[in-house]
C-alpha cells in the first residue's frame, strides 16, 4: 500500500494567516492527488484533484502543488470557515489511502 | 445535482454482517462517468477507503478488509450496497458512500451513517 503522511498534524493559526499543509507520499504518485476539508460531523468535502485542479466553487485561496512524492496545500489567507481537518487521499494505485489528515485549529 | 444517502442498522453484533445501503438521486447512475465507493472513519481518525464498484458491476476492494467484504450494485434501483461480515468493535465506524469520478477522487459523498458494533 502507498503511505500517506501529513504534515504537521494539527497546526494553530489565525483569521489572516496563510498556512501550508504537507502530504508525503510513499512513493511516486505522479499528480494523482486529491484533497479535501472535513467539518466536524460532516462528510469529506473536496477540495481539488490531480494535486492542483480547484473543485467548482472552492475558494481562490486554496491552492494545491507539487508531483512524484511531496505535495502541499496552501491557504493565502485563512477564513473562519477554513477550520477544519484536511486530509491528501492517492489514486495512483490500490488501495486508495488517505493521509491521517490535519486539523487546523484557531490560535 | 447529485445525493448520496446511506441506509442501514446502526447497531450490529459482533460476529454479524454490516449490510448498508447507498442511495443515489440526480446525475446519471449507469453513464459510466461514475464509480460507486465505501469509506469508514472510525470516531475521532481518518479514513479508509473500504471498496469501489461500477456500474457493471466490476469491483476492486482493499485487501485489508478484502475477505469480508461484498459491494453489489442495482443500477435499475440506483443504489449500491456493501456487506462487512464477521464484524467486530474495530468496525465499528460512520460509514459513507461517495461517487468516485476521474481518476480516483470521491465527489459527492453521502452524509455518513454510524455503525456500531456491539453485543
Known amino acids: 500500500d502507498i503511505q500517506m503522511t501529513q504534515s504537521p498534524s494539527t497546526l494553530s493559526a489565525s483569521v489572516g494567516d496563510r498556512i501550508t499543509i504537507t502530504c508525503r507520499a510513499s512513493?511516486?504518485?505522479?499528480?494523482?492527488l486529491a484533497w479535501y476539508q472535513q467539518k466536524p460531523g460532516e462528510a469529506p468535502n473536496l477540495l481539488m484533484s490531480?494535486?492542483?485542479n480547484l473543485e467548482s466553487g472552492v475558494p481562490s485561496r486554496f491552492s494545491g502543488s507539487g508531483s512524484g512524492t511531496e505535495f502541499t496545500l496552501t491557504v493565502s489567507s485563512l477564513q473562519p470557515d477554513d477550520f477544519a481537518t484536511y486530509y491528501c487521499?492517492?489514486?495512483?494505485?490500490?488501495?486508495?489511502?488517505f493521509g491521517q489528515g490535519t486539523k487546523v485549529e484557531i490560535k | 445535482q447529485m445525493q448520496l444517502q446511506e441506509s442501514g442498522p446502526g447497531l450490529v453484533k459482533p460476529s454479524q454482517t454490516l449490510s448498508l445501503t447507498c442511495n443515489v438521486s440526480?446525475?446519471?447512475?449507469?453513464?459510466?462517468?461514475?464509480?460507486w465507493s465505501w469509506i469508514r472513519q472510525p470516531a475521532g481518525k481518518g479514513l479508509e477507503w473500504i471498496g469501489r464498484?461500477?456500474?457493471?458491476?466490476?469491483?476492486n476492494y482493499n485487501p485489508s478488509l478484502k475477505s469480508r467484504v461484498t459491494i453489489s450494485v442495482d443500477p435499475s434501483k440506483k443504489q449500491f450496497s456493501l456487506n462487512l461480515n464477521s464484524v467486530t468493535a474495530d468496525d465499528t465506524a460512520v460509514y459513507y458512500c461517495?461517487?468516485?469520478?476521474?481518476?480516483?477522487?470521491?465527489?459527492?459523498w453521502g452524509q455518513g451513517t454510524l455503525v456500531t458494533v456491539s453485543s
Open positions: 512513493e511516486t504518485i505522479s499528480n494523482w
Open positions: 487521499q492517492q489514486y495512483k494505485s490500490y488501495p486508495w489511502t
Open positions: 461517495a461517487a468516485g469520478r476521474g481518476g480516483g477522487w470521491f465527489d459527492p
Open positions: 440526480g446525475g446519471s447512475f449507469s453513464s459510466g462517468n461514475y464509480y
Open positions: 464498484i461500477y456500474f457493471t458491476g466490476s469491483t
Open positions: 490531480k494535486a492542483s
